[in-house]
């Protein structure tokens, strides 16, 4: 149906003119008429379309298409699921596709998930929030081993026009990977020479061409920044004279760990965090007070953890209600002595203190809440 090509032409256009970024991105895409197609899909090479989809959009709608299908190629989604289950991996890049567009502007078509609390995330953050069947897909995700349904429930087959065509697998993504790295890339420099420097896709693709460090990289890293080296006087032997110099020594740090223990943490997540936070503290002499809270403090804490002993989730500590966390601060503020930081395990879904405190706050979040301030860790499936 030549009149749905020079629909999607027409919407290319208006969307390079418009959004010259997303444009330049969607121009990469040959366009590819596909009746087997539900609706749209690519398969990181094309563009597939059913005719009569497109004929049932408008002209902005049909440039949401475009851009949702060159977003999930410059994003490289086709490269990022690695031992994810494919149907909730597939609609957490739908979520975060659509969720850069709505900001965008961009009209959506019929059928577009999306929600607030997303708004922002990567597919990674997205992906242990969603169940296999919350939601529909827009488009088909062609880049996977396995053929799409066609209407009425059936197999297409075939490659080219008569059915889907093959997914890209082994060296094949890899290098479709490097060259929409390169597209992207290109497509960010072009912007930025234009002075076109903001938006929600620009800002998403910069941070995805940037390299993706674990929630355990990146606690590390936060922790490490609390090391404090403090200057001290000795007296040097006779030899080198009678002059107290000064010397530069490590002092132990002193953290403050808060466990949410609601009904909402898993036992296993609150393991896995103690452990990382036991291998990361030896290397800083970091003193561990650890504190559990749901909606109160849990009975028999604090537990005190010296630098030489073993930091250890205690025997019990399960809350189960719901979730507060100035009863922490409150204990915090009422301390003789200020922590170096304090360091919060928690999916963010609670009642906060009205105002910041006085020592930095790292809070580790399982789940897509934000939090009101503080440095925000996304914990990662």
């Not at 223990?261 to 800083?284: C, M, N, Q, R, W």
């Not at 809070?363 to 860790?377: F, L, T």
């Amino acid at each position: 149906m030549a009149g749905a090509e020079s629909r999607l032409r027409a919407a290319r256009a208006r969307l390079l003119v418009e959004r010259p970024f997303l444009g330049a991105l969607a121009m990469r895409l040959p366009l590819v008429e596909a009746p087997w197609c539900r609706s749209t899909g690519t398969d990181a090479r094309r563009l597939y379309y059913n005719p009569d989809y497109v004929a049932r959009l408008g002209l902005g709608q049909l440039e949401f298409v475009l851009a949702h299908e060159a977003l999930h190629c410059a994003l490289q989604h086709f490269a990022r699921r690695g031992a994810r289950r494919r149907r909730r991996w597939d609609l957490a890049c739908d979520f975060a596709v659509n969720g850069l567009l709505l900001e965008e502007g961009l009209e959506p078509p019929p059928g577009v998930v999306a929600l607030e609390a997303f708004r922002g995330l990567a597919a990674e953050e997205i992906y242990p929030c969603l169940e296999d069947e919350e939601g529909e897909l827009l488009d088909e995700h062609l880049y996977e081993p396995g053929e799409p349904r066609a209407a009425g429930g059936r197999h297409a087959g075939g490659e080219g026009a008569g059915g889907p065509p093959r997914a890209p697998q082994g060296q094949a993504r890899e290098a479709l990977a490097a060259e929409w790295r390169r597209h992207a890339a290109a497509a960010l420099e072009q912007a930025r020479a234009a002075g076109r420097t903001g938006g929600a896709a620009l800002r998403a693709l910069a941070s995805n061409l940037a390299p993706r460090l674990p929630w355990r990289t990146l606690l590390a890293r936060h922790m490490g920044a609390l090391a404090r080296h403090d200057y001290g006087y000795e007296r040097p032997s006779r030899r080198e004279g009678e002059f107290a110099l000064p010397t530069l020594g490590a002092r132990t740090v002193d953290l403050v760990v808060a466990l949410d223990t609601s009904a909402s943490i898993a036992a296993e997540t609150l393991a896995a965090f103690v452990a990382e936070l036991d291998a990361i503290k030896g290397p800083l002499r970091a003193r561990v007070t650890l504190l559990a809270c749901d909606a109160a403090l849990a009975p028999g804490g604090p537990w005190v953890f010296e630098p030489w002993e073993a930091l250890r989730l205690p025997r019990g500590v399960r809350g189960g209600g719901g979730t507060d966390f100035r009863p922490v601060f409150a204990w915090v503020a009422a301390r003789a002595q200020r922590p170096d930081a304090l360091v919060y395990l928690t999916d963010a879904r609670g009642r906060f203190p009205a105002r910041p405190p006085a020592y930095p706050v790292i809070w580790v979040v399982q789940g897509p809440a934000g939090v009101p301030w503080g440095e925000r860790i996304q914990l990662h499936a």
